[in-house]
């Protein structure tokens, strides 16, 4: 059974950084699309970060560009996403995203493109 199991998130004040992990099970991603997704009350999910884990490419939403990264630990299958400088706008659910038809680059940053979805980790900036 392919899972994704998020960890990290919390609390934490503007300005502060957290780190996001999304450990996956039940399949290798080499050659995949992983990503990070969000979800703020009244708001519709958005792409926050997307990595490709075979050609290494990476995408960020402009709202987190600089300030957030994606990187992959190809040997625990996992995926991270550090983020710092974090404002109160970052406030979401976050939810890690994979899909194991070896899609190419470019379809990484549409949800559409994903079928494994984590249950979320919540995240909550304070000014």
């Known amino acids: 059974q392919v899972q994704l199991v998020e960890s990290g998130g919390g609390s934490m004040q503007a300005g502060g950084s957290l780190r996001l992990s999304c450990a996956a099970s039940?399949?290798?991603?080499?050659?995949?699309?992983m990503g990070w997704f969000r979800q703020a009350p009244g708001k519709e999910r958005e792409v926050v970060a997307t990595?490709?884990?075979?050609?290494?490419?990476?995408h960020y939403s402009d709202s987190v560009k600089g300030r957030f990264t994606i990187s992959q630990d190809n040997a625990k299958n996992t995926v991270y996403l550090q983020m710092n400088s974090l404002q109160p706008a970052d406030t979401a659910m976050y939810y890690c995203?994979?899909?194991?038809?070896?899609?190419?680059?470019?379809?990484?940053?549409?949800?559409?493109?994903?079928?494994?979805w984590g249950q979320g980790t919540q995240v909550t900036v304070s000014s």
């Open positions: 039940g399949y290798t991603y080499s050659g995949n699309c």
């Open positions: 990595i490709h884990t075979g050609a290494r490419t990476t």
């Open positions: 995203a994979a899909e194991t038809e070896g899609r190419r680059r470019w379809s990484c940053p549409f949800a559409d493109a994903y079928n494994v």
